[in-house]
């Protein structure tokens, strides 16, 4: 996902032995701590950028005139609960999520009239290995098993859903509807909290 001739090789290999293509999901990600006053962090920002941000959109782009010629296609990102309140500790990651929103949020306006629907998937915090193999087992985050069945319930309950937000994931997806001074509070009480956990 961070090398745009191996998309482009990707993109045509898939087409040709799947014909019928007509959907992809955006779930390559990096998350990897940062320390910004103490290290140069230049090789996690291009790595971070590269998978998670322009990845999707060179993918996309590269897809884009199979799915167009499709009935019907779907496009799904893959964002996080950390693209509406960022995780301090995790910059990249975080502005990468917000980036790829954005991008969402234009790629289903400018398609509106096609046949295929975008979707946004905004997970809360998870228990993967996306931040190491703590984070799998980690009683703070959601069972992986739970969010897969939440998500899947709602795909099959609401066809027209653009944004798929398991209740877990609200308080980030609406921590800016009670303004600013709200959404301060928010910011500092999930970093002071995370900042406090990572040590």
């Known amino acids: 996902m961070a090398d745009s001739e191996s998309i482009q090789t990707l993109a045509k290999k898939v087409i040709s032995q799947f014909p019928n293509l007509n959907g ?8 990897k701590y940062e320390t910004i006053q103490k290290e ?3 090789t996690i ?9 322009l990845g ?4 996309t782009d590269a897809l884009l005139p199979h799915l167009l010629a499709q009935k019907s296609a779907t496009i799904m990102t893959v964002t996080s609960g950390l693209a509406y309140l ?32 975008v979707i946004e998937l905004a997970p809360p915090y998870v228990q993967t290995e996306l ?7 980690d009683s703070n985050a959601m069972p992986l098993q739970d969010f897969i069945s939440d998500v899947m319930q709602i795909l099959n309950t609401q066809p027209d ?23 301060q509070a928010i910011f500092k009480q999930l970093n002071d909290y995370m900042s406090a956990a990572r040590g």
Request: aromatic letters at 4%; proline letters at 5%.
């Open 131 to 137: 931040t190491g193999a703590a984070q799998a087992t």
């Open 45 to 53: 920002q291009t790595e971070t950028v590269s998978t998670n941000l």
């Open 40 to 42: 140069a962090n230049v």
């Open 24 to 31: 992809v999901i955006h779930n390559a990600g990096i998350m």
């Open 56 to 59: 999707p959109m060179r993918l």
């Open 161 to 183: 859903v653009t944004e798929v937000l398991v209740d877990r994931v609200l308080p980030l997806r609406n921590c800016a509807v009670g303004g600013q001074e709200k959404y």
């Open 86 to 117: 960022p995780l301090a500790l995790t910059p990249t990651y975080s502005a990468t999520k917000v980036g790829l929103h954005s991008y969402t949020e234009s790629l289903r306006y400018q398609l509106q009239n096609t046949s295929i629907d």
